[in-house]
């Protein structure tokens, strides 16, 4: 059966997963477990490129989506936010940005379907996960030079176009741009997803997800909430929505804002709150699970997730409390 992501958002809000590389820590993985099976003969040192692991450690992987669908997830990304050759040139990896992308898809896809068919009445869908890439198409990495720029507008089309192919061709439900710092980034993105949809003739839904950095309220590249929205409004969407940077409580104003000028579904998968001095995130599942309330009772919220230092245990008291809510209703347009 053929199950579609608009029908169910109408009837409630759905759970995204959490952090995957929070999951990952957890295994306390070896330099082994990066090459096994593939790159034992590599060059480069290859532990952290967590990427990697749906081709050399697909157990830890499937584990990982388990855990999250077992926690009330609806919606799991696959393991492929740095699947690009922009990412992967870091390691000298670009010829296998194909396979991560198709492997990361087929297995997220196996352990979604086998949880719909054990409950047919809470379909689960696969997101590609797609990444902001490595490099900034709008700003220079040289104060001395703004001028410059690393990466043009073209090379992250043909870096996004291998991803989209992999990730369609593994069987993702939908597409999910996210931490977007960069909306020339986005675009490109968003101009290769169309032109693999027009080659595949296909169409799927796509997230957006972008990154508010400070409290200034703005992206990186400087855009306010309400411009970075315009700025990626002229392909149709399944949704809108923030994650990474920030906690729950710093989202809610700007979430506010998305939710009053969108015309597509509201996501939003923050941070378990702000890294501490060791770089852990502090916040448990109550305190967080008590902060995205706030954006229960306002009404902002179709698809509700974690990022950086969420685990099953957080997702677990999102859900239990997002099922008491109704989703938030769509903008009638005229």
Known sequence: MKYNIYDTLKERILILDGAMGTMIQRYGLSEADFRKGWFEEHSNSLKGNNDLLVLTRPDVVKEIHAAYFDAGADIIETNTFGGTWVAQADYDLEKYVYDINFHGAKIAKEVADE????????????????????????????????????????????????????????????????????????KAALFAVQNVFDEKNIELPIMISGTITDASGRT???????????????????????????????????????????????????????????????ETPQMMADQIEEFLKDGLINIIGGCCGTTPEHIKAIAELANRYEPRALQVTS
Not at 145 to 154: L, Q, T
Not at 222 to 237: C, R, V
């Open 115 to 186: 949880y719909t068919k054990n409950n047919p009445d809470k379909p689960r869908f696969v997101a590609g996960s797609m990444g902001p890439t490595t490099k900034l198409a709008s700003m220079s990495p040289d104060v001395n030079d703004p001028g410059y720029r690393a990466i043009s507008f073209d090379e992250l089309v043909d870096a996004f176009t291998e991803q989209v192919n992999g990730l369609v061709d593994g069987g993702a439900d939908l597409l999910l741009i996210e931490t977007i710092t960069d909306t020339l980034n986005a």
């Open 220 to 282: 990186l590249t400087g855009q306010t909430t309400e411009a970075f929205m315009i700025s990626l409004s002229h392909m149709p969407l399944l949704s809108f929505g923030l994650n990474c940077a920030l906690g729950a409580k710093d989202l809610h104003p700007y979430l506010k804002i998305m939710s009053n000028n969108a015309d597509c579904y509201i996501s939003a998968h923050p941070n378990a709150g702000l890294p501490n001095e060791l770089g852990a995130y502090d």
